[in-house]
């Protein structure tokens, strides 16, 4: 059913869902986040955005959680939040998947994006996995295989992102080739259901730190440096609209990183939220 809504309905319980089609008196026929069709009243209808921004995990899904405790579901909302603030004082219209710490499966994510066709979608996460020591920020901007222009997006907000992060002199942790990279998946698509399932909208999965590192938990738990990470994601965004730059970090041969199944988002056991 994927790409088959035209909008989105705000329900008066506060999800974001799909609209399948408009219905007498009011209704509406939507996508529920687990992925049901349902005839649901009320709510607020939204046909279009420029940006839909995606928390990554939420709810029974943490995400990687520090030894400080930080989850990285809460760490993602709370810089999606000040990035939405930030885009919208720019001048911008915005969706976010999810406002609350609840759960989306990343098909109804993608659904989003795909109801409201924006500039661009950004999944915004933080890492966990390597404790491989480094001098320098191991952020990760993953980007459409087939996209250039997700590609050049990418490569803006990696660029802007590791601006901000390159100033601090703590003890980083990162892969050999941390940049502006793709992850294919068997067939030689996009590994990323965040970056696959969304297209033909522009996608970008950004892991803006490790959070598995305590320095770095402990860095981007500080509301000032999320704050920077969100302008920064702006200025890359101001950039990709208004000149040619062509952003940095690319990894032409990026570590293969496997085909396993990536695990959170799916559908299964999902039992949808009350719509109405
Ligand atoms: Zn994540």
Excluded at 179 to 196: C, I, Q, W
Aim: one cysteine or more.
């Amino acid at each position: 059913m994927n790409g088959q809504t035209d909008g989105v309905l705000i329900t008066e319980t506060g999800w974001i869902t799909p609209v399948l089609s408009g219905l007498a008196g009011g209704r509406h026929r939507v996508w529920t986040p687990c992925g049901r069709t349902q005839d649901i009243a009320g709510g607020r209808f939204v046909g279009s955005v420029d940006f839909v921004l995606d928390p990554g995990h939420g709810g029974s899904e943490p995400g990687a959680v520090g030894r400080g405790g930080l989850r990285e579901a809460d760490l993602n909302l709370d810089v999606t939040l000040k990035l939405s603030d930030a885009l919208i004082d720019a001048g911008y219209s915005v969706m976010m998947t999810r406002q609350t710490d609840v759960r989306v499966p990343i098909v109804t994510r993608a659904e989003i994006a795909q109801a409201l066709d924006p500039i661009a979608f950004i999944s915004v996460h933080f890492n966990a996995g390597t404790d491989a020591a480094s001098t320098t920020p191991g952020t990760e901007m993953y980007h459409q295989i087939d996209s250039p222009d997700s590609k050049r997006l990418a490569g803006l907000v990696y660029e802007e992102a590791l601006g901000v992060l390159d100033q601090f002199d703590i003890g980083w942790v990162a892969l050999g080739d941390a940049g502006t990279l793709f992850r294919p998946n068997r067939a030689g698509g996009d590994y990323y259901g965040v970056l696959r399932r969304p297209a033909p909208v522009v996608s970008v999965l950004a892991e803006f730190a490790y959070l598995s590192n305590p320095a770095e938990e402990q860095l981007v738990s500080d509301p000032a440096v999320q704050q920077m990470l969100a302008d920064a994601t702006v200025t890359a965004i101001e950039r990709f609209l208004t000149t040619d730059d062509p952003g940095s970090g690319f990894i032409d041969d990026p570590i293969f990183r496997g085909y396993g199944p990536s695990g959170a988002g799916r559908t299964t056991n999902c039992t949808d939220p009350p719509l109405e």
